[in-house]
């Protein structure tokens, strides 16, 4: 059974830092993509950042330059430390992977982490 276990959230003032982090367990084969969302009560959730298992990375132009997606490929983990945290940035952060399980490519959730950033 896959598991995505993310974490790291919190409150923090504008200006500030935070670390998530994602752990996924249960994977048979490669994870061939680890990305983070985020998503605001009545808005779509949106991708914030991406990253495949070659350490390829794609970001949302409104965090590039703050945010940076990284991954440890034997701890099966992804991190995202978020830097320069504004606002606009409180969200629901959910970790997303695309992986092989048995056989079969399919895609997981975490179970979402609060962001919370005062003004």
């Known amino acids: 059974q896959v598991q995505l276990v993310d974490s790291g959230g919190g409150l923090v003032q504008s200006g500030g830092s935070l670390r998530l982090s994602c752990a996924a367990s249960?994977?048979?084969?490669?994870?061939?993509?680890m990305s983070w969302y985020r998503q605001v009560p009545g808005k779509e959730r949106e991708l914030v950042a991406g990253?495949?298992?070659?350490?390829?990375?794609n970001y949302a132009d409104s965090v590039k330059g703050r945010f940076t997606i990284s991954r440890d490929n034997a701890k099966n983990t992804v991190y995202l430390q978020m830097n320069s945290l504004k606002p606009e940035d409180t969200a629901v952060y959910y970790c997303?992977?695309?992986?092989?399980?048995?056989?079969?490519?399919?895609?997981?959730w975490g179970q979402g982490t609060q962001v919370t950033v005062s003004s």
């Open positions: 997303n992977a695309v992986g092989v399980i048995l056989g079969s490519t399919r895609r997981y």
């Open positions: 249960g994977f048979t084969g490669n994870i061939y993509v």
């Open positions: 990253i495949t298992s070659t350490e390829s990375t």
